[in-house]
């Protein structure tokens, strides 16, 4: 029987990307192309373009044979240090890929985005929680909003419908990508037992004590994939996370127990400034329990760590949208975390 649909998903290396080219692959309802300057360790049949998303001309070039695309799905992302610049190179990256698809795929059917719970401002201050989808989106530049009102004003009119994601703290099997919470715990609990350090939660009381939730790569993967093919879901946003809540509080001795070191006292202090300059213990830490050979700068997402564990106030999307529209699956976080840590360890990324 041919396979009538498809996907072609853009930031396929990422921690959001890659679980969604293995989930679409394993479902074998879908022809799969895979858009990423790298290519993907993925396991399965799939075609892979290494195009740059933020040349227009090379997208146009690479992408113009995709004739068969009926579905994009939008998860690549670029960190720039200058606000505008990020703003701007993530607006290109998307419109610059919609653009492309369009122009050479007389059957395109969706277009599907990953935005994230910043849209209500969780990355400035305390907001209304828990935030719901209709709930306005905070003051000030977010590349979100750009391109989110690119994709809506692009769509009216149109023969395909779109949708958008909104997850938070995306957990997920992923080396490289430098916002993926799971490795940095992995890695911090890890050296913590090597170099002798005390476990301790690196953020402010308030952090400590604070309502908190993570997204696990592979349930996101399964509610996009949802929201790409349910007619009830066309044209909306929907806020996706495991559905359960933590605080770092109840986690802290779970997570202190995995990597068998005392949990020490909670106060607050930069991992970037503390471990940032630890390369050569990680490189020793490699060698002598014959790990994976990755490089510091691919494990050690320093920066988004402390941006976690730098908020004071609840962090807390209301799910209950797309439970009413039909995806019902949710995840004990604390479970997932687990189970991430341990998969890092059998697959030698820590020891
Ligand atoms: N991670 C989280 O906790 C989280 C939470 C909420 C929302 N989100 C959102 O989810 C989206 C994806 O984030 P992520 O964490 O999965 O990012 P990521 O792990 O850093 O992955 C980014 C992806 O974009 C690709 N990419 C970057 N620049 C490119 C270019 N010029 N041309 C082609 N591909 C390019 C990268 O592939 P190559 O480098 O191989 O080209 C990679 O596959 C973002 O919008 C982010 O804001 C993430």
Not at 11 to 23: D, E, K, Q, S, W
Not at 122 to 141: C, Q
């Amino acid at each position: 029987m041919s396979i009538e649909r498809t996907a072609v998903v853009a930031g396929a290396t990422g921690v959001v990307g890659r679980y969604l080219l293995r989930h679409l692959l394993e479902t074998g309802d879908w022809n799969v192309v895979a858009l990423s300057r790298r290519r993907p360790d993925v396991a399965g049949e799939f075609r892979h373009v290494a195009v740059d998303l933020l040349d227009a001309a090379d997208c146009r070039a690479k992408l113009a044979p995709l004739r068969d695309a009926t579905h994009v799905f939008h998860a690549a992302f670029v960190q720039v240090a200058d606000p505008v610049e990020h703003v701007a190179r993530n607006a290109a990256l998307f419109t610059n890929l919609v653009t492309a698809i369009e122009d050479a795929a007389p059957s395109l059917r969706h277009v599907h985005l990953v935005e994230g719970t910043k849209w209500y401002g969780s990355h400035l201050g305390p907001f209304l929680t828990p935030a719901r989808e209709h709930h306005p989106r905070h003051a000030g530049a977010n590349f979100y909003f750009d391109q989110h009102d690119w994709l809506e004003a692009r769509q009216r009119g149109k023969a395909w419908t779109w949708s958008a994601v909104r997850p938070h703290a995306v957990c997920g099997f992923s080396v490289g990508s430098p916002m993926n919470l799971a490795l940095a715990l992995a890695v911090y609990g890890s050296l913590c037992r090597d170099l002798g350090l005390p476990f301790s939660h690196p953020g402010p009381a308030a952090n400590f004590h604070a309502l908190y939730q993570l997204t696990d790569s592979g349930l996101l993967a399964r509610a996009i994939a949802w929201m790409a093919t349910s007619p009830q879901a066309a044209n909306q946003v929907f806020n996706i996370t495991n559905g359960d809540l933590i605080r770092w509080e109840n986690l802290w001795p779970r997570l202190a127990q995995f990597f068998a070191v005392e949990a020490g006292e909670q106060r607050h202090f930069s991992l970037r400034d503390t471990l940032g300059d630890k390369a050569a213990d990680w490189d020793r830490l490699v060698a002598r329990h014959g790990l994976q050979p990755h490089a510091y700068h691919q494990v050690a997402g320093w920066g988004f760590a402390d941006f976690v564990f730098g908020s004071t106030w609840d962090i807390v999307s209301d799910t209950g949208r797309s439970r009413r529209a039909g995806f019902c699956e949710t995840l004990d976080s604390e479970r997932m975390l687990l189970d991430l840590l341990a998969r890092f360890r059998r697959d030698r990324v820590i020891p």
